[in-house]
């Protein structure tokens, strides 16, 4: 059955997001002038958890951020708790600023980015130790955590402690969610706790990053590149490994019994293209708000079926799609009941 009360730590980042509206994305060399500036809450963290918490079905499951900023944004988390965010784990330091992001959007929609960390970069040891933050979250919860959702824009140790503790869980188990984003090095990759990974989200040019530092470097594209990833050794336990294609729309190798099955789900047509920057975190967060529905035992030992795991990409690939008719990362993120309205 699926969990009667599921519970979401999404730890990872607070970002101010300043948007740069360009005609093109800028060209080395070149100096071009802005047609508006405007500075909104962002952060993968609060997108993919934004998305979880739209997703909601109810009252079915609650999703928590754990992240830092600076002080000077804390009245900012009145908009975490409008998309149902609980804000009770987010730390508002006085000592540095939040972290930003210098996002480039371009006339077709299309965008750059460049990060300062800022909070999201600085340990803090009200976060840092999983043990003392899985507790905290399962006090403000009433409930176990059974779910964890981590991104890479915030320090690697936290992320590996957190994985970690998080796969010792039991009774209930906790699904792991990564989604590698920005990818990590070389070296970094090699050395991941991989194991302890339930559900790999990444897009298919970080699909061919791990690719080449973990594997042989096999020169594909497309479909091929999560068909590969399934069959490197680091890999091979992680029952689900979901590569978003943009337009293309998603390619997923999945674990049913003993073997597995890759799926391919086109990509619904927006009706228009405004703004593509959240669109990767609108999918991670809606496949989250799905899987959180699953049997998290089910899941991992792959007798859930191919319809469900089809459904549960499907309706993700269409809430990113939604998204990218819209301004703005989080502004641009749609409802759960728009979602259904629209794939009916």
Not at 54 to 72: C, R, T
Not at 328 to 338: F, M, S, T, V
Request: hydrophobic share 40%.
């Amino acid at each position: 059955m699926p969990n009667s009360r599921a519970v979401c730590l999404v730890r990872s980042s607070i970002n101010i997001d300043e948007y740069l509206l360009v005609p093109h994305i800028v060209r080395p060399g070149e100096t071009l002038s802005s047609l508006n500036v405007e500075r909104k809450l962002g952060g993968k963290g609060v997108n993919v958890s934004a998305a979880i918490g739209l997703g909601k079905d109810g009252d079915d499951y609650s999703v928590f951020l754990a992240a830092q900023m600076g002080h000077e944004d804390a009245s900012r988390e009145q908009e975490l708790q409008d998309r149902n965010v609980e804000t009770t784990l987010l730390v508002k330091r006085q000592d540095i600023r939040t972290g930003t992001a210098y996002i480039q959007v371009a006339a077709d929609g299309e965008n750059s980015i460049i990060l300062v960390g800022g909070a999201n970069q600085v340990r803090g040891l009200q976060l840092d130790e999983p043990e003392k933050l899985f507790a905290r979250a399962c006090e403000q919860a009433q409930g176990n955590v059974t779910h964890v959702v981590l991104q890479n824009e915030i320090p690697l140790t936290v992320t590996r402690r957190t994985l970690e503790h998080a796969a010792k869980q039991k009774r209930p188990s906790c699904i792991s969610i990564f989604n590698p984003s920005p990818m990590l090095g070389r070296g970094e990759l090699q050395s991941f706790p991989w194991a302890d990974v339930d559900v790999l989200i990444v897009n298919e040019g970080e699909g061919r990053d791990l690719l080449k530092a973990l594997g042989n470097g096999a020169d594909v594209e497309g479909t091929a590149v999560v068909q590969a990833l399934g069959q490197l050794e680091s890999l091979q336990k992680i029952p689900w490994l979901v590569m978003t294609r943009g337009a293309k729309g998603v390619a997923a190798s999945i674990k049913f019994n003993s073997s597995r099955t890759t799926l391919e789900v086109p990509a619904a047509t927006p009706r228009e293209v405004l703004d593509t920057t959240g669109a990767g975190d609108t999918f991670a967060g809606y496949l989250v708000a799905s899987i959180m529905q699953l049997d998290s035992d089910a899941l991992r030992q792959g007798s859930l079926g191919p319809q469900r795991a089809r459904d549960a990409i499907q309706f993700a690939a269409l809430a990113a799609t939604m998204a990218v008719e819209n301004a703005g990362a989080l502004e641009g993120i749609p409802k759960r009941n728009d979602v259904l309205a629209r794939k009916h």
